[in-house]
């Protein structure tokens, strides 16, 4: 509202003189045809999609420009961010998180040249050197935009083989993810600066909107999250690729001189996967996995919002990682591992729902993100191999681990934050666990009304951040059901 009024002032101050000017401004009050505000987004968007004014009107804008070199393992780059500023009061800081600054990333983001609305603002290091406090000389009023701008230089390591590399170079594939200062989560009580464990997420952050410039050696294969708009060549040898992306809660890009690429269709998504030569066959199962589970949960619980998807072989061991429309599966899992692979696969899919479009707390809710994510498996396995392999699947992936954790005193609710637990009984409660919790609450409210609290929980929390007490208010009235004991049983412990 507020940006209209603005606009209309200056097309009645100057508009008469400047015809382009009134041109603009007789377009923008006209109704009937507004300017397209996702328009420089659409190539990466599903025909068709549309998001609601008010969401976009509060997403942050990216533009990064970034030349990264993985001889020299560093990269270089600019960040210019428009940041609306929402919610209750003025805000009296901004702060960044620089997650290559993680022990677990073993690499580093340093920042120079800090400007916040052309003024140089100072700026320091906190949380470990993982987040970017910028000093306001004046808090940023509510209904207007802050915008940043400042320089980043960043390294990586060549990590020991073997080893889980989230960040960095390893088996001749090099990982940028999240490799540029992003705006932090902000939670009721203030800016999300945790810093996070190695068992969980970095982070959390709000859905944005994303320009980004690459420049890589021409040699180099590059998945990113987002689609390239144009590719051009920089100077001799080297490329640069722009993307657009988002609304989207990251960026990031994966390499390597040795990925191959295979491609298919899913719902008019074109899905392309990413692998090794040696692993051609777990790469050619990757993509036929991703395809089907595309298919089948935007069949069950709404469409998937990108015309590009990739899964690619990442060294993450046998672990998986999700990024919006990119999925990293570990290397183990395309040979050592082979049996896992389908479920790491339609797991990391599941998060394109469940962590992209609706965003959670990781941090301190990870059930609510990992538990749900989990179970999504399972409404695979019934759509593509009945009900049997479902059940089988809750059985042995989920039911044993939780079975043997209850006999030996070791069961512990799923409502705690990561920091709450430890390497033994992360995964068993947060992913085992919190699956069976969706499993039962299934079986509580039947078949019927949980499918319709999935989808009601995509339509009412696409790109917002949900929390534990919405997806519970969200289940009491689709189900009609009071589930206050069930929710505290499972997410507290305490027996009903
Ligand atoms: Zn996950």
């Known amino acids: ?141 509510l209904g207007q935009e802050a915008h940043v701008w400042m320089n980043f230089i960043g390294r990586t390591q060549q990590r020991k083989e073997g080893a889980y590399t989230i960040f960095g170079a390893n088996e001749g594939i090099w990982s940028l993810t999240n490799f540029y200062p992003i705006l932090a989560g902000r939670r009721e009580d203030g800016w999300a600066l945790d810093v996070a464990s190695p068992l969980g997420d970095v982070g959390f952050h709000d859905a944005a909107l994303y320009r980004v410039e690459v420049t890589t050696p021409a040699d180099q294969i590059v998945a990113a999250t987002g689609v390239t708009v144009t590719a051009e060549q920089a100077w001799d040898g080297w490329i640069t690729r722009r993307y657009v992306h988002g609304p989207a809660r990251e960026f990031t890009l994966i390499m390597s001189p040795r990925f191959q690429v295979m491609s298919g269709d899913a719902y008019g998504t074109q899905v392309r996967s990413y692998f090794l030569p040696e692993d051609a066959e777990a790469g050619r199962a990757a993509l036929y996995y991703a395809i089907a589970a595309v298919q089948i949960y935007s069949d069950q619980f709404g469409a998937y919002p990108y015309r590009e998807m990739a899964v690619v072989e990442a060294p993450l061991t046998f672990r998986g990682m999700e990024f919006p429309g990119l999925n990293l599966i570990g290397s183990q899992v395309y040979n050592k591992y082979r049996q896992d692979l389908e479920n790491l696969v339609v797991h990391e899919v599941a998060h394109q729902w469940w962590y992209n479009q609706v965003g959670s707390d990781q941090t301190r809710t990870p059930w609510l993100d990992e538990g749900l994510a989990e179970w999504t498996m399972y409404a695979y396995y019934l759509a593509r191999y009945g009900y049997f392999a479902a059940e089988r699947l809750r059985e042995q992936r989920w039911q044993v681990p939780v079975r043997y954790a209850v006999q030996t005193g070791a069961d512990r609710p799923i409502g705690l934050p990561v920091k709450a637990y430890g390497r033994d009984d992360y995964e068993r409660t947060i992913y085992a666990k919190g699956a069976l919790f969706f499993a039962t609450l299934r079986d509580e409210i039947g078949e019927e009304a949980f499918r319709a609290l999935l989808r009601s929980y995509l339509t009412r929390y696409r790109w917002r951040i949900a929390t534990p007490a919405d997806f519970q208010a969200l289940a009491s009235e689709v189900s009609g059901r009071d589930l206050d004991r069930m929710f505290k049983r499972w997410l507290e412990g305490k027996a009903e």
């Open 1 to 141: 509202m507020a940006r209209l009024h603005y606009r209309l002032i200056v097309v009645l101050l100057f508009g008469l003189g400047i015809s382009a000017f009134l041109l603009a401004g007789c377009a923008l009050l006209r109704p009937a045809s507004p300017a397209d505000p996702l328009a420089v987004y659409r190539p990466g968007l599903r025909p068709g999609e549309t998001v609601a004014a008010e969401l976009l009107a509060a997403m942050p804008r990216y533009s990064i420009t970034v030349k990264v070199d993985p001889l020299a393992n560093a990269y270089t780059g600019t960040l210019e961010v428009s940041i609306p500023i929402t919610g209750a009061a003025a805000w009296r800081d901004l702060y960044f998180r620089l997650y290559p600054n993680l022990p677990q990333f073993g690499g580093g983001l340093e920042v120079r040249g800090v400007r916040v609305n052309d003024l140089i603002v100072n700026y320091g290091y906190e949380a470990d050197a993982t987040a970017l406090h910028l000093s306001l000389l004046r808090p940023l009023p």
